[in-house]
T-cell receptor
């Protein structure tokens, strides 16, 4: 059974049209992460939540926002997508300890026209 | 800061060949080390992990040993299959002040031919 579920798997949007990607988890993990992975590159951390505590990476553009209304759900909002934001967006969850590994969802692939 | 360096790909092998993908890291503290695999169009799957020096992670015939003295975590498999074709990412987490935040290497694409 899937433990980290991302929706939609594929999203097509127009330049400048806001988009929201969702992530849900059944693991009851404290931490939820959003990574951006552009074609043929390593995933890059955008931000993460430790419970309700939001932590932005220093180089994450303001165009990217996140919400975590409860333990199970986390959303990635892209306010005005540009062509350079086309990527796979990966959600992951973790317990918050130093030794546990994050669990990844299948990813949401965003295309910007 | 913490970083991970992987050998560049693509790595192209014939079925049943021996595989090594090199990975070295720079980190403060005592990070955990991971190998993730990504098949085309899919998310990341944990392949194996090691949480302290001299630990050996293994799964599906793959293995890697956490070598603190050489700051390495090389991935090996004795006999690859066509189904192993994928991109492999080395990653670390933890270390000083961190928790679960993964820092990835650039990834190494493996292509196995019959």
């Amino acid at each position: 059974d899937a433990m980290v579920i991302q929706n939609p798997r594929y999203q097509v949007t127009q330049f400048g049209k806001p988009v929201t990607l969702s992530c849900s988890q059944t693991l009851n993990h404290n931490v939820m992460y959003w990574y951006q992975q552009k074609s043929s590159q390593a995933p890059k951390l955008l931000f993460h939540y430790y419970d309700k505590d939001f932590n932005n990476e220093a180089d994450t553009p303001d165009n990217f926002q996140s919400r975590r209304p409860n333990t199970s759900f986390c959303f990635l909002d892209i306010r005005s997508p540009g062509l350079g934001d086309a990527a796979m967006y990966l959600c992951a969850t973790g317990r918050g300890g130093n030794t546990g590994e994050p669990f990844f969802g299948e990813g949401s692939r965003l295309t910007v026209l | 800061g913490n970083s991970v360096t992987q050998m560049e790909g693509p790595v192209t092998l014939s079925e049943e060949a021996f595989l090594t993908i090199n990975c070295t890291y720079t980190a403060t503290g005592y990070p955990s080390l991971f190998w993730y695999v990504q098949y085309p169009g899919e998310g990341l799957q944990l392949l194996l992990k090691a949480t302290k020096a001299d630990d050996k992670g293994s799964n599906k015939g793959f293995e890697a040993t956490y070598r603190k003295e050489t700051t390495s975590f090389h991935l090996e498999k004795g006999s690859v299959q066509v189904s192993d074709s994928a991109v492999y990412f080395c990653a670390l987490s933890g270390g000083a002040g961190g928790y679960n935040k993964l820092i990835f290497g650039a990834g190494t694409r493996l292509a196995v031919h019959p």
